[in-house]
């Protein structure tokens, strides 16, 4: 029987938040469960597709993203264009939030309200800016920072070279390289400031896929929750089967904008073997509470509403971060509205931890 194809699209170029899908391919467990895995990076097109509207058109089976992503799509408003599909997360990559909005130390922004007339700069997602905003403000700032959207895969070089104040990074991956770099960050995580940030990155999938081929999506999760177990255990060998497993699944591609670097690969799969699996030592299982929370403190905090950010602002129904900032929401979202328990499903999900062999 020939192998059924599926897609996976990542959310970012390779790092090591993403180690499982390469190393289940590079050890074989994809073959042995009859699947041919194709891992899509958004360096191949400069992020001209974003990993959801992948799924949506269905050129990929699966796609990294966070959990706004799946939040967005569930609260979508049904007369603004850009709709998709009420995508189903159905494993979170790492249990424990390792990302951060970090400042060059050498800048002396050491607080979050220290950010007000600074330039953070933006991937333009839905929630992202009023999520910043929302941190200033917890750290006693007004939230009236300057937003600029830079090309994605350049955002972080931005703050590297000073044309912004501020971004979003993984600490687990950009922190690693800064620290590599002898470039010294603040790092200001979300909880640390009250915002009760979700998942993130999740993978994530079609609910039709869901629905119609769980055998296909049950046999994806089972090979590769046995590579992120693995990786988990062995750390150091990890780091060098991704790197040999990049390298070949994207040999025929264009060139990577950055080449991986071996060491901050290594030092980040250390880092992230914590991160990977919880407390019953199993990957990608997500807690409902996790979802409610984030939920419950974008509608409390006025996020959910129907006019949605976009880096295309001129789109009927979008609008800037400034247009929000300045009043220009829509209508409130009513919590009651937004069916949690429909953006997430454990069910598929291996039952019991494998033996990482």
Same mark, same amino acid.
């Given at each position: 029987?020939?192998?059924?194809?599926?897609?996976?699209?990542?959310?970012?170029?390779?790092?090591?938040?993403?180690?499982?899908?390469?190393?289940?391919?590079? $050890?074989?467990?994809?073959?042995?469960?009859?699947?041919?895995?194709?891992?899509?990076?958004?360096?191949? %097109?400069?992020?001209?597709?974003?990993?959801?509207?992948?799924?949506? %058109?269905?050129? !990929?089976? /699966? !796609?990294?993203?966070?959990? =706004?992503?799946?939040?967005?799509?569930?609260?979508?408003?049904?007369?603004?264009?850009?709709?998709?599909?009420?995508?189903?997360?159905?494993?979170?990559?790492?249990?424990?939030?390792?990302?951060?909005?970090?400042?060059?130390?050498?800048?002396?922004?050491?607080?979050?309200?220290?950010?007000?007339?600074?330039?953070?700069?933006?991937?333009?997602?839905?929630?992202?800016?009023?999520?910043?905003?929302?941190?200033?403000?917890?750290?006693?700032?007004?939230?009236? /920072?300057?937003?600029?959207?830079?090309?994605?895969?350049?955002?972080?070089?931005?703050?590297?070279?000073?044309?912004?104040?501020?971004?979003?990074? /993984?600490?687990?991956?950009?922190?690693?390289?800064?620290?590599?770099?002898?470039?010294?960050?603040?790092?200001?995580?979300?909880? =640390?400031?009250?915002?009760?940030?979700?998942?993130?990155?999740?993978?994530?999938?079609?609910? %039709?896929?869901?629905?119609?081929?769980?055998?296909?999506?049950?046999? /994806?999760?089972?090979?590769?929750?046995?590579?992120?177990?693995?990786?988990?255990?062995?750390?150091? =060998?990890?780091?060098?089967?991704?790197?040999?497993?990049?390298?070949?699944?994207?040999?025929?591609?264009?060139?990577?904008?950055?080449?991986?670097?071996?060491?901050?690969? $290594?030092?980040?799969?250390?880092?992230?073997?914590?991160?990977?699996?919880?407390?019953?030592?199993?990957?990608?299982?997500?807690?409902?509470?996790?979802?409610?929370?984030?939920?419950?403190?974008?509608?409390?905090?006025?996020?959910?509403?129907? $006019?949605?950010?976009?880096?295309?602002?001129?789109?009927?129904?979008?609008?800037?971060?400034?247009?929000?900032?300045?009043?220009?929401?829509?209508?409130?979202?009513?919590?009651?509205?937004?069916?949690?328990?429909?953006?997430?499903?454990?069910?598929?999900?291996?039952?019991?931890?494998?033996?990482?062999?």
């Amino acid at each position: 029987m020939a192998p059924t194809k599926v897609g996976v699209a990542l959310d970012w170029t390779p790092n090591t938040n993403h180690a499982g899908f390469y190393i289940a391919k590079q $050890k074989g467990f994809y073959e042995e469960a009859g699947l041919e895995v194709t891992i899509v990076s958004p360096h191949v %097109d400069e992020y001209k597709a974003t990993p959801a509207s992948r799924v949506a %058109d269905g050129s !990929c089976t /699966f !796609c990294v993203t966070p959990s =706004e992503s799946v939040i967005s799509a569930h609260t979508w408003p049904a007369d603004t264009p850009g709709a998709k599909p009420k995508f189903v997360a159905v494993a979170t990559l790492l249990q424990d939030s390792t990302s951060a909005i970090v400042t060059l130390t050498s800048s002396s922004i050491s607080r979050p309200s220290q950010l007000d007339g600074k330039t953070y700069a933006s991937y333009g997602a839905r929630f992202e800016g009023r999520i910043v905003q929302q941190l200033v403000r917890n750290d006693g700032g007004k939230g009236e /920072f300057v937003e600029s959207t830079p090309p994605m895969l350049g955002i972080w070089e931005t703050l590297l070279k000073g044309e912004a104040d501020a971004t979003w990074v /993984f600490m687990g991956w950009e922190g690693i390289e800064a620290k590599r770099k002898g470039v010294e960050l603040n790092a200001f995580g979300l909880e =640390e400031f009250k915002v009760p940030y979700g998942y993130s990155p999740l993978l994530v999938a079609h609910p %039709d896929t869901v629905s119609t081929k769980p055998e296909v999506v049950r046999s /994806f999760l089972a090979a590769t929750a046995r590579a992120y177990e693995w990786a988990a255990a062995h750390p150091a =060998e990890a780091a060098e089967l991704f790197l040999t497993a990049v390298a070949a699944e994207h040999a025929a591609q264009p060139a990577l904008p950055q080449p991986l670097d071996p060491e901050v690969v $290594k030092e980040s799969q250390a880092y992230l073997a914590a991160h990977y699996l919880d407390g019953q030592g199993r990957w990608g299982h997500m807690q409902p509470a996790v979802w409610d929370r984030f939920v419950d403190w974008l509608s409390a905090s006025g996020l959910l509403t129907s $006019k949605v950010q976009s880096r295309s602002a001129a789109a009927p129904g979008t609008t800037s971060l400034d247009g929000l900032r300045g009043g220009d929401v829509g209508e409130p979202i009513p919590r009651q509205d937004v069916d949690v328990a429909a953006m997430f499903s454990n069910e598929l999900l291996p039952p019991s931890k494998h033996s990482a062999k």
